[in-house]
T-cell receptor, first 111, second 116 residues
Framework: DSGVTQTPKHLITATGQRVTLRCSPRSGDLSVYWYQQSLDQGLQFLIQYYNGEERAKGNILERFSAQQFPDLHSELNLSSLELGDSALYFC??????????FGEGSRLTVL | AQTVTQSQPEMSVQEAETVTLSCTYDTSESDYYLFWYKQPPSRQMILVIRQEAYKQQNATENRFSVNFQKAAKSFSLKISDSQLGDAAMYFCAYRSAWEGDDKIIFGKGTRLHILP
């Protein structure tokens, strides 16, 4: 158990819809990262938050947004969903020792 | 910008044999971290091993060891006595040690098959 909690684990929705993925980092970790992994692909960095502030941005679509709340949990909002958004979305956190600790991911299927 | 390259999309090894996965990276920084992550069929991301760039000694974790060549910007993973449970996708990753840039960059991965 990495200590990073992601919900929901699985989500099936239709094109055009909006979903919210939630992440709770490890206790004490201030940084939260979001990654997207399409089938048999590598991890694409989406966005990073540090203590409530956006720290770095990757190839995140304009239809996607995220935020980190005062209690340090984070949400990734995906809107106007397309078939190509089907993927595994990972949240990860770290405390400064270098490595990321990953949640189990949220598997999104867009039909 | 930093990049991480894994040139072997897939590899196979016989059970109990040794296999080496390659990773090269590009950076202008002198202090950084390197990691190998394993992603089994469950798709959970599991840290296998980490290396701090300032340490000359290669990291080792049981059957897993790295060959870190800083000048060549190479960071290969050696798996000894391969086991069926080692079958997974392996990702090499880089992170700057500078506090202002802690984005972690992943390679595209190497899928490792273990042959019984």
């Amino acid at each position: 158990d990495s200590g990073v909690t992601q919900t929901p684990k699985h989500l099936i929705t239709a094109t055009g819809q909006r979903v919210t993925l939630r992440c709770s980092p490890r206790s004490g970790d201030l940084s939260v990262y979001w990654y997207q992994q399409s089938l048999d692909q590598g991890l694409q960095f989406l966005i990073q938050y540090y203590n409530g502030e956006e720290r770095a941005k990757g190839n995140i679509l304009e239809r996607f947004s995220a935020q980190q709340f005062p209690d340090l949990h984070s949400e990734l909002n995906l809107s106007s969903l397309e078939l190509g958004d089907s993927a595994l979305y990972f949240c990860a956190s770290h405390r400064g020792t270098g490595e990321l600790f990953f949640g189990e991911g949220s598997r999104l299927t867009v039909l | 910008a930093q990049t991480v390259t894994q040139s072997q999309p897939e590899m196979s090894v016989q059970e109990a044999e040794t296999v080496t996965l390659s990773c090269t990276y590009d950076t202008s920084e002198s202090d950084y971290y390197l990691f190998w992550y394993k992603q089994p069929p469950s798709r959970q991301m599991i840290l296998v091993i980490r290396q701090e760039a300032y340490k000359q000694q290669n990291a080792t974790e049981n059957r897993f060891s790295v060959n870190f060549q800083k000048a060549a910007k190479s960071f290969s993973l050696k798996i000894s006595d391969s086991q069926l449970g080692d079958a997974a996708m392996y990702f090499c990753a880089y992170r700057s040690a500078w506090e202002g840039d802690d984005k972690i960059i992943f390679g595209k991965g190497t899928r490792l098959h273990i042959l019984p």
